[in-house]
């Protein structure tokens, strides 16, 4: 049935057009301690991550210090790089989804359904892309963004009163939105296309076949796999450091002392007994696998943020919240093209406008590009191993658009009931002088502590399960989808050490990077980690769209494309291109 060419006018077969890659040998050991793991990538990854561990362990000064200056060189030559290459990754999701040779296409074999419930789906995209990040800025990002923002800083509106609510959703959206879900998208769009389409291993350089082919057998193909692991260790170790600091925040509000030092920041005991807790329980459940721990903390988790999001709804700033809900994405779709594209540049004058808006944006745009970047193996690769089964636009609608209404109601009314508590219900500061990571405590127990101190404590004990959940998930989802990447893809069972080992790796890294500068230390490391990958993720855009154009044209002539079609037409004289 497959091995129907084109006709050409003279009734000869034509032949230019070959079924695709469907074959990408990469060696893994046979036997001993790393049997069925790809010992470079592995053994590469580990030594970088050990060493970066040491580092800042055993000589915190100078790691904070060289570190630092790589982030302010970064900071100021690719502050552009970052932020374009984020629009052109929205630019071609929405592109494949609407485009109707590609938005048909079943990220599976012809006839596979999805493999998880919708509810499953989201909560698990929800619970490992992003949800932790919701406990935290949900409330302290709109508050910050009310005190300074690009208008603020030229004069446009006044930072802390009425006539900056706008401004601050514009900008809480736009970091939250479109943009951090292209991120996932491209990543997971890629891999869930060449694997199981393809038949590809379910790694990081095979959504580069199209580009590169078999070359990616070797030390190339090595070289991405290792630079996608260390940008998916820096970058939960940033999820995980904002969560540790919240989760101290968390267990002091519930009554457990002696985690905070004099300025009410996680001291070292914090510090160790958080990561102790949470990494533990990672592990854990990350030795059960996906199906099992995993989808059943991302489904407790759903459930409790909905019954915290809807106490914040019901209970809260009620009509404020829907107001900049429905306000805010409207002022952030059309401000999107501007706010995408724009770079700012200094003129060098340290307090001049110019200066001050280059400062914000590598503070805000560019850091949360770079964190969602660093994120993207491990959300790609996670969100491509959940989404089998399902069509690229079905995919892309669901991983970029669902998430980020999800966020936008999270920013809208818990964010938005802290700044109409300070603006109108006598907060007096309590919700906007609180840590970052403690201001979702504050709130609640303003709100609930003069009706009854039990209720404030219930919240907060409710907002610290779902916090740990939260962490995780998103922890032994990392564990799982690094050892996927080092065993050649191969998403079966993985040995207890290896599982033990990242879980351990993981922690360490957190806990180094916050000795050797606290969260700012691990914000820098990310950074740096993220500018190397995002090259890797332009070229897995090319790569996507030159295979769904090449698919197309195989359709038209006959050809055919899928692993499971191929596999029978090789055999009648089909021979893949690479």
């Not at 497959?2 to 036997?31: S, W």
């Not at 404590?457 to 989802?477: K, N, P, Q, R, Y």
């Not at 995002?534 to 769904?548: E, Q, R, W």
Request: proline share 4%; hydrophobic share 55%; with cysteine.
């Amino acid at each position: 049935m497959y091995c129907r060419h084109r006709i050409d006018i003279q009734g000869e077969r034509n032949t230019a057009i070959k079924p695709p890659l469907t074959e990408l040998p990469i060696k893994t050991a046979d036997v001993g301690f790393y049997r069925g793991f790809s010992v470079n990538v592995t053994v590469i990854s580990k030594i970088i991550i050990s060493i970066l561990v040491v580092w800042c362990i055993f000589w915190p000064t100078q790691s904070g210090k060289v570190l630092g200056g790589l982030n302010s060189v970064i900071l100021s030559n690719f502050a552009a790089w970052y932020i374009w290459v984020v629009a052109f990754f929205i630019i071609v999701c929405f592109g494949l989804a609407l485009w109707p040779a590609a938005g048909k296409l079943n990220l599976g074999q012809p006839g596979e359904g999805p493999e998880f419930s919708n509810f499953s789906w989201f909560s698990m995209m929800f619970g490992a892309g992003i949800g932790v990040g919701m406990l935290t800025w949900a409330v302290a990002e709109p508050v910050a963004h009310f005190g300074s923002n690009p208008e603020t800083i030229q004069g446009i509106t006044t930072g802390g009163a009425a006539d900056n609510v706008r401004m601050a959703y514009k900008w809480s959206f736009l970091h939250w939105g479109l943009g951090a879900w292209a991120c996932y998208a491209v990543a997971g769009l890629s891999l869930a296309f060449f694997s199981y389409r393809r038949g590809l291993p379910l790694t990081i350089r095979s959504a580069m076949t199209p580009l590169f082919g078999k070359s990616l057998s070797g030390v190339l193909g090595h070289i991405i796999d290792i630079v996608a692991v260390v940008a998916t260790i820096l970058g939960v170790a940033q999820t995980l450091g904002f969560g540790v600091d919240q989760f101290v925040a968390g267990l002091t509000r519930i009554g457990i002392g002696g985690l905070v030092d004099a300025e009410n920041n996680a001291n070292m005991t914090g510090i160790i007994v958080a990561l102790v807790v949470i990494m533990g329980a990672s592990t854990i459940s990350a030795l059960s696998g996906v199906g099992k721990g995993i989808k059943w903390l991302s489904n407790i988790n759903m459930v409790l943020s909905i019954v915290l999001l809807g106490f914040f709804i019901i209970f809260g700033a009620t009509f404020f919240g829907a107001t900049a809900f429905v306000v805010g994405i409207w002022d952030y779709l059309i401000a999107l093209p501007q706010m995408s594209f724009n770079v700012w540049s200094s003129d060098g004058v340290e307090g001049s406008e110019s200066f001050l808006l280059t400062q914000w944006q590598g503070w805000w745009p560019v850091f949360y590009w770079a964190w969602w970047i660093a994120f993207a193996p491990f959300v790609g690769l996670f969100l491509a191993r959940i989404s089998r089964g399902r069509t690229i636009r079905e995919f892309v609608l669901g991983a970029m658009i669902v998430p980020s209404i999800m966020c936008f109601v999270w920013f809208a009314w818990a964010g938005g009931t802290a700044i109409d508590l300070e603006l109108n219900g006598g907060a007096n500061g309590v919700i906007f002088d609180a840590g970052n990571g403690d201001k979702i405590f504050a709130m609640t127990e303003f709100m609930l502590a003069p009706i009854a101190q039990a209720l404030a404590w219930g919240m907060a004990m409710l907002i610290v399960i779902l916090l740990m959940t939260f962490l995780v998930t998103s922890a032994d989802s990392a564990v799982l989808i690094v050892n996927t990447i080092n065993a050649a893809g191969d998403e079966g069972p993985k040995a207890r050490p290896h599982i033990l080992f990242w879980g351990a790796a993981l922690g360490l890294v957190v806990a180094g990077l916050l000795i050797s500068g606290g969260t700012s230390a691990i914000q820098t490391a990310m950074v740096i980690g993220a500018l190397p990958f995002s090259v890797v993720m332009v070229l897995m855009c090319i790569s996507l769209i030159k295979a769904v154009f090449n698919d197309s044209r195989r359709e038209a002539a006959g050809v055919p494309s899928v692993h499971s079609e191929i596999e029978g037409a090789t055999g009648n004289g089909l021979s893949p291109a690479e």
